[in-house]
């Protein structure tokens, strides 16, 4: 398996723009998290899905980001509008519920916003 | 509120000695995990403890579990430069599906 992937590696982009960042699972796996590592606040939860619902969005920082999963090989975190202080590492991992609760991290996608 | 205190929070140490790392929490988990995590990429799992006490090894990485099952420690012996990186635990707290909530982490450098 190729394990969980993750695109852009980076993105750099302005004030004010759209970013969607993407995230394919590992096959099987049941669970979907994204998280959002800086240095000042760790790894922080931000949205996590069970089976393609969300469960728990109470980590999204505000209404500018929002994240679906509309099947169970891809899911998006989009921030509309970004903003400097959205510069951080945003990372996708995948679970199997039920099981040994081990999370799979990918690569992390590194934005920049200006 | 950080529910997952870890600490030290950096640690820069000469490859050969031993150090130790906590996790500190008020909650209950029903089980711990640590992860390393290496700049550019993502934690990767190295342990997961479920029962209070327990003791796992992984060659010269010893992990804690307290006996309450509210803290953690890891112990490194004869550290090696490979070891360098960003330690973090996380705990699974009962009923929570999955959702592990993450300490903030060590970052260790471990110098030849």
């Known amino acids: 398996d190729a394990g969980v992937i993750q695109s852009p590696r980076h993105e750099v982009t302005e004030m004010g723009q759209e970013v969607t960042l993407r995230c394919k699972p590992i096959?099987?796996?049941?669970?979907l998290f994204w998280y959002r590592q800086t240095m000042m606040r760790g790894l922080e939860l931000l949205i996590y899905?069970?089976?393609?619902?969300?469960?728990?969005d109470s980590g999204m920082p505000e209404d500018r980001f929002s994240a679906k999963m509309p099947n169970a090989s891809f899911s998006t975190l989009k921030i509309q509008p970004s903003e400097p202080r959205d510069s951080a590492v945003y990372f996708c991992a995948s679970s199997s519920w039920g099981g040994d609760d081990e999370a799979f991290f990918g690569q992390g996608t590194r934005l920049t916003v200006v | 509120t950080q529910l997952l205190e870890q600490s030290p929070q950096f640690l820069s140490i000469q490859e050969g000695e031993n150090l130790t790392v906590y996790c500190n929490s008020s909650?209950?988990?029903?089980?711990l995990q640590w992860y390393r995590q290496e700049p550019g990429e993502g934690p990767v799992l190295l342990v997961t403890?479920?029962?209070?006490?327990e003791v796992k090894k992984l060659k010269r990485l010893t992990f804690q579990f307290g006996d309450a099952r509210k803290d953690s420690s890891l112990h490194i012996t004869a550290a090696q430069p490979g070891d360098t990186g960003l330690y973090l635990c996380?705990?699974?707290?009962?009923?929570?599906?999955?959702?592990?909530?993450f300490g903030k982490g060590t970052k260790l450098s471990v110098k030849p």
């Open positions: 403890v479920v029962t209070g006490g």
């Open positions: 909650s209950v988990f029903s089980s």
């Open positions: 096959s099987g796996h049941n669970s």
């Open positions: 899905f069970n089976n393609n619902v969300p469960i728990d």
């Open positions: 996380a705990g699974a707290r009962r009923g929570s599906q999955g959702n592990l909530i």
